[in-house]
């Protein structure tokens, strides 16, 4: 289960609220049905696979929408890595959110997409990616060290013992990233894939625990906002 979640989700309608989409909610139901006729499920087991649920398949749309397109773009492994150690980073740092899944799968489609092109053709001599490296091993213990965890008013951090464990545990995965980049520096004489977008995910997630990241994401998720109000008044008025 989420490490935010323990202390944020307390009844079955608090879990309902984390998600407006009907379909998915339809889905989940559905499942959740079926689990009931297999075993016996109390209501706090229920809230637990129901949360779990809307955590996997959320998880599958945004790597669906993110990984379609890099496939288009020729960038799927670039893409998938960035994901993946950015992924692996923001389970305990936490960071900017967008206000919706909806908008969250979108933001971080274009986002991961951009950034897996840029490793396709902005291409790093050994000495670039070294000095790369270093920098983003500083500025994510800078950043980890000032702002993780970083919550979010709908989700909050309770206990001052989860805010140290969830930063101890950022620390241990940028220091197993960091070790990774240095083996690799060591002994290859080339630029890895692996290491170059894994270096990217690793500081894009470190950026968005910052104030700075923050604003971005704020902006962006307005952005789509107003888009998908614009959309809606146009099918409204075709209705």
Known sequence: MDVYVKNQISSLSEVKKLNNNHAID???NNLLNFFKKKIDIDNKQEVIIIYALRLVINSIIAY??????ALVFGTFKNVLIISLSFAALRTFSGGAHSSSIQNCSINGAIISNILGLMTKHLVLSKESMFTLI?????FSLWAIGKFAPADTPSKPIATNAKKETLRKNSFIVLCLWALSSIVWFMRFPHVSLYIYASTIGILWQSFTLTKTGYKLYRILDNTLNK????FQKKEDQYD
């Open 64 to 69: 669906t929408l993110s990984l379609i397109p």
């Open 227 to 230: 888009l998908f109000n614009i």
């Open 134 to 138: 270093l920098f983003t091993f500083l």
């Open 26 to 28: 339809s889905l989940i």
